[in-house]
C-alpha cells in the first residue's frame, strides 16, 4: 500500500476544485482494497473517477445518470481540525489516528445549487458494528452540523 503524506495531498490540490479539475482526497492505486476497485471516465466530465468499491461505482452510476446533478465529488476529505474536535466532543477515537483526514463517498452539487453528502457500505450488516456507527455519527455531525449539508 502506497502511503501519501497529508502535505503532500494538499499540495497536489486533492480535495479541491470541482467538475473537470476536482482531485479526489483518495485515489485507487492508494488503498489495499477487499472489494473491487474501479476508475470510470466520467462522460459528463471527462475527469477519471476514484472509486474504492463495487457498491460506490453501482451508487456513482446511479448518481451520475441523475440528470439534476451538476457534480460528483468523490472520496472527498473533511476538516481534520472539525472531525477531531468532533471525535472529542462525543469521546469518540479519531479513525486510524489524529493526522488521518475522514472522507465521504460522495458530495453532490445540484443544478438547483442544493447539496447532499453520501456514504456507500458493502452491507446492512456493518451497520451493527459499533465502530462503523461512530464513524458515521462523526461524518453526520460533520456536514450537519457544520457544514449545513444533509448526509
Avoid at 3 to 15: F, L, P, Q, V, Y
Avoid at 111 to 116: F, L, N, Q, R, V
Wanted: proline letters at 4%.
Amino acid at each position: 500500500m502506497l502511503s501519501i503524506k497529508n502535505d503532500t495531498k494538499i499540495n497536489e490540490g486533492r480535495g479541491k476544485g470541482s467538475g473537470a479539475s476536482y482531485l479526489p482526497w483518495i485515489q485507487t492505486r492508494e488503498i489495499s482494497s477487499v472489494g473491487t476497485c474501479s476508475n470510470p471516465k466520467d462522460w459528463k466530465t471527462g475527469r477519471t473517477v476514484e472509486l474504492l468499491s463495487q457498491g460506490e461505482a453501482y451508487y456513482w452510476h446511479i448518481l451520475r445518470w441523475n440528470d439534476e446533478i451538476e457534480d460528483i465529488r468523490e472520496q472527498y476529505p473533511l476538516d481534520l481540525e472539525t472531525t477531531l474536535e468532533i471525535c472529542d466532543d462525543y469521546n469518540v477515537k479519531h479513525p486510524r489516528n489524529r493526522h488521518t483526514y475522514m472522507t465521504s463517498d460522495f458530495y453532490v452539487t445540484y443544478k438547483d445549487g442544493k447539496e447532499k453528502v453520501f456514504s456507500v457500505k458493502p452491507s446492512r450488516n456493518v451497520l451493527k458494528k459499533k465502530r462503523a456507527k461512530e464513524k458515521l455519527a462523526v461524518e453526520k455531525v460533520y456536514w450537519e452540523k457544520f457544514r449545513h449539508v444533509p448526509f
